[in-house]
Each structure stands twice: as C-alpha cells, then as structure tokens.
C-alpha cells in the first residue's frame, strides 16, 4: 500500500482539524470515501472567492493556525481543483505544524508538485514523525522529481533525530549529485547535522565519510533498502567539522556557529576556541549564539577570567540583556564558585524568563546556597513563571540537604498536580529528597511506581538504603540493577562501599572493589579510595588501611587520611594517629578536623600538655573548631541548637524535659560516659556539659512540641558522640517513639531502645 494513502485522515478526525462550522454544507465532500484523490468545483459568492485568492498570493499574511482552518473551508467552497493553488494551501497549513489538514490535502493530489511533496515533508519533520519524512523523500524521488535546496534541512533533520549516520550520508550524497552543496542553507544544514553526530564518533567524532549518491528510482517499498539500492557514489574526505566548512564556498554567521557549537557539545573546546578566532579573522562578529556556545567551555575550565571577557563584549555589543546569554553567564560564574556574580547577573536582567530561574536556582543549589536557592523559587511562583521538570531536579537538592521534608512534600505535591511525576529525573530526585530526609520507606515506595529506571534512579535508592543502615537491601538491588541490564558506573559503586562500610562487610567491599575495574573497566576514584578506608578503619582494621592509602595510584588528600584518623580516635590507637596526622598536616596544614581529633585524642589520653599545644596552635593559624549543631523541623519551622545553647524561647521547659528523661533512662541503666568529654574539668562538669549536647537539647523539644507517638526527626552537623547514641536508645524506648538522626555520616533509626546501625559507625 502507498505509505502516503496509509496515513490517509478518517472523516470525522479531518472535520474536528479543518471545519468551524460542522454543518457547513462542505461537509459532503468529507463524506467520499477515504481513497477519494480529487477534490471536486465548489461554486461561493464573489468576495468568497476574492478573499480566498488573496490570501493565496500572500499566504504569510495568515497569522492563525485559526486563520488557516478558515481559509481551507472557504476553499474547498470557492476554488476549482488546481494542483498549484491545493500545493499553496498545503504550504500554509504546513508552515503552522498542521499535519492533518495537510494529509487530507496533498492526499488529494494525483501527482503532487514539488511544493506540496516539500511541504509535506517540512511537516511531518516538525511534527517529529521523521520515518515518514524520509519516505517521503524517497517516495519523490522514485517519481522523478528533483528536490530543491530547501528541502534537504528538514530531511537532514530526521536523520539527526533517527541516529543514522549512513542515512544522513546518503543524503549528502544526493545533494551532491544534485549540484545543490554549494548553497548557504543546505550547507549549514550537513554541518548541523555532522556536528549532532560527531558525539557518536571516536576521537571526537573525526572520521572520514563515504556518501552513497542517489541515481535513478528506487523500487523498493523499505526504506532503509531504498537507499541501499542507489547507485554510484561520492567519497568526500572530512578530517574534522573544520575542514567540512572550509569547503563552502560560502559561509555566513551560523555556519560558523553551527561548527563551533558542535564542537563545544562534544568536548572539543580548543577547537572551539580557535574557530571563534577565525571567525573574527573572517570579519564575522560573534552574536548571542556564539557567545553561549562558548561560555559553557569556560564554565567546563573554571575559568573565570575568559569568562569575564565574554561578559565585557556581551555588554559591550548590548547582548547582556539576552536571556541565553545570562544564563549562560550564570550557568559559567555558578560553575567558577562565584555566585555573588551570578546573582548579580540575575538580578540585572529586565525581563526574566523559565530559563534565567531555573538558571539562578540551580547555581543556589550547585554552590551550597540551598536558602537562598529557596527564596528564589518561591519568587519564581509569585512571578506565575511556571516550573518545569528541570526545575524541581534543580531546587530538590536543596531540601534534601537542608532535611526540610515538609517542603519536600510541598514540592511532591506541586509535581503531582503538575503531572510531572512521570518524569524519570523528577522522580529520580524524589527518591533521593526522601531518603536524604530520612523516609526511606517513601523512597522506595516512589522508586517501585517509576516505569522505567536509570542508572541515577537506581543510585538514588541504592545509596539511600546504605545511608541508613539497611546495607544488605542496598547490595541485593545492586544485583538486581545489574541483572535489569544496567550498567553500574562510577556513582554507583560509591553507595556499593558506603553501604559495605556502614555494615562491616569487607570481605563483600574487596570483591567489588576489585570487580570494578575488572568486570566494568571503572577507575578506582578518590571517592572508592575513601569509602575503602573508611571501612577498613571502621572494622579496626588500621594497618591494613594506612597500607591500602599509601599504595593508592593518585596522591591521597587530607579527606581520605582523615578517615583514617577518625577510626584511629574510635579504636584508641594514639600512636598510629600521630602517623596520620602528620600525612594530612603536608597535604592539608589547613585541616581543622584533624587538629581537633589529636587535641581531642590527647585529651582523652590525659596528655593534657599535647591537647594545650594543639589548640593554641589552633589559635595562633586561626583555625576555629565548627561548633556541633543540631536542628529539627516542627509545624512546618526549623529550630536550630548549639551544644550549651540557653537562647530558645523554651529553654526551661526544655531543662525540664532533659531532667527528667535523664532520670527515666538512669533507670534503664543509664551511666553517663564522660570519657567523651575532653576539657580538664571535674566529672560533675563533664556530665552537665554532655547533658546540653544539641542533640539531645533538639530531643527534648521535639518531644514537648509534638504529639505522642510522632516520629522525631533531627540532622546533627558531626558525628553523634557515643553517650548522645547510647542515651538516646534508651529515650526511644521510655517514650515509646521513633526518633530518627542524621549525622555528617549516615542514618540512625532509634526505636524500643534500639539502633538500626547496631551499634556500628
């Protein structure tokens, strides 16, 4: 069967596309039978038919895919069939993306003109059926008619969209057989169109191509087969998208940034760079196009000053103001770690559109500035600037970092109602929001109902389970992940370890470690180094660590030897910490965690002197210790405490509260740890000072502030002290609630005076 004649339009689909009016009597027309190939004379009044033939002559004056509708009804009343004036309508309704009527129409052609089979295939290209744009190409050229310039675009646009290298090669064959390579158009048209497909290509997409000529008329009904079938061919040496566009013989500004663009996309910045300089040797000034092809390269650099440099020739030439362009500048300054001046960029622009806000709230994020990154989405909504998906990829970091679940829940809501929970990315951040917020059973819950799940998908869920403790589900879906077929990669490999080290699984941790570069070729990264280390030290294997951090095959940095120091502190073992300590003080002399940890170690080892040392070496380098913080969310408010803190409005009820859980737990048998405590002070003092850690004075208010039987949740900015962790075991099983902590390194899930680590962290 034609494949054009297949895709014929039923009756009633064409009458709710073409007609206003469904009683207007040329609704007889669309009663024929579905095959029917010409449209018979209808007869109307003189202005009808005045009217019709104007706009005929001048089809761009119609500014209404409404317009256009109209115009077909009062043509199929007042013209006689002509295949010229049908071939213009088509073109009409082709310039408004209206495939249907477009069908109906050129369906009613015996032989097709070049205009129509030209409009038809520009439709069904912009429509994105591109299958059926490239058959009908092929389809015209079996009829022996040439195509001109303006065709080929939208025919190169679908092989884009296809991924099909050979077909787009072929085409460039035709077109050079046809003569028609040397036009501007058609030209920029194979350089966009080899630019998509570079990233496809090794080495950066430099190969040379083979173009297969279209000769004669194809018979075949397949596609694919067709093209294969053409004779001769034309084998056209392209080293690089440089050298392709060095064979125009006429080049004008987008020629230039279609290859520069190209270029960037896939990675090739030198190359990039230098042909903006050839572009300015040419005597073409570099527009808005340009300028957020290359700002991106800057931003992918870190560097800053180049990046400025296109900021000054963007106000200079007054491209400033240019929506792209400041979010390419936002984008670059975010990347660069300045967000003052993204910001700055943001709030200069006059007129903002979805992509500056997304812009601005994704560099928030991206730099840590997650209030902020808040404020400005809020002052997206009252703009009525309408998120998109990207959106709420960008601002649920923030929640998820800030553990404000019930903003989280806001958003979870707005995506529903918004429909974008369909959305693989959106739902990707979804699992991590409610894993990071401590609800792993929404997480999970949110990962089952996805339809289809990606490598960060499967990510998410899995490092969420390894954050709370839950380690053997997180390796059982590892497995799983692979036996779906997909691939694990680098990220993925992390939540492996983290997950192995919060459960003491070395033995499982080396067998991944090892498989990782063997079985999928991935590099070991400072990442698996630390997540080793972490979890050799946890399992108080220290040697063995201080072994497997030496041999690495990058330089270690301060992070992963501190680690190692912290297992060091857990374990009691001063000597090997002072071997640590001194690897960390040649990488990182600025490190504030290490000092602390030796004046912490040496204070618990009563060598007081040492302890006064490291601290007032401290002080004279300007090193301040972070001071522990904890904060928790109630009726939808964040409270903040700080270790010793009394400037809560409610500080004596909270007093209160602490006296007498205290009193509850001693009779659980409760015996305060003071060896965790590491100021010179009497045992007395030590007690008070442990009794006021945040933790527990966040604790108490969320207890007095909430009802009985609700889940407290709290973040903690370090690492929960022994005492803190026993004490508050046994306050889960007084009040009989569940009280779930965030610290710097994982979940813990205290209910019925137990743990979900088990007491291992």
């Known amino acids: 069967m034609d494949p054009l004649q297949a895709a014929q339009i039923p009756v009633d689909e064409m009458m709710?596309?073409?007609?206003?009016?469904?009683?207007?009597?040329?609704?007889?027309?669309?009663?024929?039978?579905?095959?029917?190939?010409?449209?018979?004379?209808?007869?109307?009044?003189?202005?009808?038919?005045?009217?019709?033939?104007?706009?005929?002559?001048?089809?761009?004056?119609?500014?209404?895919k409404f317009q256009a509708k109209q115009l077909l009804a009062q043509f199929l009343k007042t013209q006689p069939y002509s295949p010229s004036s049908t071939s213009i309508l088509i073109s009409v309704y082709s310039n408004f993306n209206l495939l249907h009527p477009s069908l109906f129409l050129f369906n009613s052609l015996n032989s097709p003109p070049l205009l129509a089979w030209k409009s038809i295939i520009k439709c069904y290209a912009n429509s994105g059926h591109f299958l059926n744009s490239l058959t009908c190409f092929v389809q015209m050229r079996s009829f022996g008619i040439y195509p001109d310039p303006n065709m080929f675009p939208f025919v190169l646009k679908a092989c884009v969209f296809l991924k099909n290298l050979r077909l787009g090669e072929s085409i460039h064959g035709c077109i050079i057989r046809l003569g028609l390579d040397f036009d501007l158009f058609t030209g920029?048209?194979?350089?966009?169109?080899?630019?998509?497909?570079?990233?496809?290509?090794?080495?950066?997409?430099?190969?040379?191509?083979?173009f297969n000529v279209f000769d004669g008329?194809?018979?075949?009904?397949?596609?694919?087969?067709?093209?294969?079938?053409?004779?001769?061919?034309?084998?056209?040496?392209?080293?690089?998208?440089?050298?392709?566009?060095?064979?125009?013989?006429?080049?004008?500004?987008?020629?230039?940034?279609?290859v520069i663009a190209g270029n960037a996309q896939n990675g090739m910045y030198e190359e990039a760079l230098r042909m903006v300089r050839e572009m300015g040797n040419a005597n073409m000034k570099p527009d808005s196009f340009?300028?957020?092809?290359?700002?991106?390269?800057?931003?992918?650099?870190?560097?800053?000053?180049?990046?400025?440099?296109?900021?000054?020739?963007?106000?200079?030439?007054?491209?400033?103001?240019?929506?792209?362009?400041?979010?390419?500048?936002?984008?670059?300054?975010?990347?660069?770690?300045?967000?003052?001046?993204?910001?700055?960029?943001?709030?200069?622009?006059?007129?903002?559109?979805?992509?500056?806000?997304?812009?601005?709230?994704?560099?928030?994020?991206?730099?840590?500035?997650?209030?902020?990154?808040?404020?400005?989405?809020?002052?997206?909504?009252t703009a009525k600037v309408k998120p998109r998906d990207v959106t709420f990829s960008s601002i649920m970091p923030a929640c998820a970092y800030l553990t404000t679940l019930h903003l989280g829940k806001q958003l979870h809501g707005y995506i529903i109602r918004g429909a974008f929970n369909d959305n693989m990315f959106i739902a990707s951040s979804l699992v991590d929001m409610y894993a990071k917020c401590g609800n792993i059973k929404a997480a999970r819950?949110?990962?089952?109902?996805?339809?289809?799940?990606?490598?960060?998908?499967?990510?998410?869920?899995?490092?969420?389970?390894?954050?709370?403790?839950?380690?053997?589900?997180?390796?059982?879906?590892?497995?799983?992940?692979?036996?779906?077929?997909?691939?694990?990669?680098?990220?993925s490999y992390i939540a492996v370890f983290t997950a192995c080290s919060h459960a003491g699984l070395p033995d499982e941790a080396w067998r991944y470690f090892n498989n990782m570069s063997r079985n999928h070729g991935i590099k070991p990264g400072l990442e698996h180094y630390a997540a080793m280390a972490d979890l050799l030290g946890r399992a108080g294997k220290l040697e063995e660590a201080y072994e497997f951090i030496g041999s690495m095959?990058?330089?270690?940095?301060?992070?992963?030897?501190?680690?190692?120091?912290?297992?060091?502190?857990?374990?009691?073992?001063?000597?090997?910490?002072?071997?640590?300590?001194?690897?960390?003080?040649?990488?990182?002399p600025e490190n504030v965690g290490a000092y602390v940890l030796m004046s912490n170690m040496y204070a618990a080892a009563r060598r007081w002197k040492d302890a006064a040392k490291m601290r007032i070496f401290m002080k004279k380098k300007g090193i301040r210790k972070e001071p522990a913080c904890s904060w928790i969310e109630v009726k939808n408010r964040v409270h903040t405490f700080i270790s010793g803190d009394k400037s809560h409005p409610l500080y004596d009820r909270i007093f209160e509260a602490l006296k007498d859980l205290l009193e509850q737990i001693e009779r659980e048998g409760y015996i305060p740890d003071t060896n965790e405590d590491f100021h010179d002070v009497d045992e007395e003092q030590k007690k008070y000072m442990i009794f006021s850690h945040s933790e527990r004075l966040a604790l108490a208010f969320g207890i007095i502030s909430t009802a009985a039987g609700t889940t407290i949740r709290i973040t903690k900015n370090i690492r929960v002290c022994v005492d803190c962790h026993t004490a508050i075991k046994l306050i889960s099983k007084v009040v009989q609630r569940e009280i779930i902590v965030r610290d710097?390194?994982?979940?813990?899930h205290f209910k019925d005076g137990k743990c979900s680590c088990r007491d291992y962290w």
């Not at 095959?35 to 500014?63: D, G, I, Q």
């Not at 497909?197 to 190969?207: E, T, W």
């Not at 007054?318 to 670059?332: E, G, P, R, V």
Request: with cysteine; aromatic share 10%.
């Open 445 to 491: 819950w949110i990962f089952d109902q996805m339809e289809h799940h990606d490598m960060v998908s499967w990510t998410a869920i899995i490092m969420g389970y390894a954050l709370h403790g839950h380690a053997h589900d997180a390796l059982l879906l590892f497995k799983q992940m692979e036996m779906d077929g997909v691939k694990p990669n680098y990220v």
């Open 744 to 748: 710097n390194s994982r979940f813990h």
């Open 188 to 210: 920029n048209a194979l350089l966009n169109m080899y630019a998509k497909f570079q990233s496809l290509q090794p080495n950066g997409g430099r190969k040379v191509f083979a």
């Open 553 to 588: 095959h990058i330089a270690p940095t301060g992070s992963i030897w501190s680690t190692l120091l912290s297992a060091c502190r857990v374990h009691k073992n001063l000597e090997l910490a002072e071997k640590v300590a001194n690897e960390i003080f040649k990488v990182d």
């Open 217 to 258: 008329m194809p018979k075949s009904d397949e596609l694919y087969g067709t093209l294969a079938q053409e004779k001769g061919a034309s084998i056209i040496q392209l080293d690089s998208m440089r050298k392709f566009l060095e064979m125009m013989p006429k080049r004008d500004v987008v020629s230039w940034n279609t």
């Open 290 to 381: 340009t300028l957020s092809s290359v700002l991106p390269i800057f931003a992918e650099y870190v560097d800053v000053i180049k990046g400025k440099e296109i900021h000054g020739y963007a106000i200079r030439h007054w491209f400033d103001s240019d929506c792209y362009i400041a979010s390419s500048l936002i984008d670059m300054y975010a990347n660069c770690a300045r967000i003052e001046d993204s910001c700055s960029v943001f709030h200069l622009l006059s007129k903002r559109d979805d992509i500056s806000w997304n812009s601005i709230i994704a560099a928030c994020v991206q730099n840590g500035v997650f209030d902020e990154g808040l404020k400005l989405f809020r002052q997206m909504l």
């Open 16 to 64: 709710r596309h073409a007609y206003v009016n469904p009683n207007d009597p040329t609704r007889i027309l669309l009663q024929q039978p579905e095959h029917s190939r010409r449209l018979p004379t209808m007869t109307s009044n003189s202005t009808a038919k005045t009217l019709v033939k104007t706009f005929l002559r001048t089809p761009h004056s119609l500014k209404t």
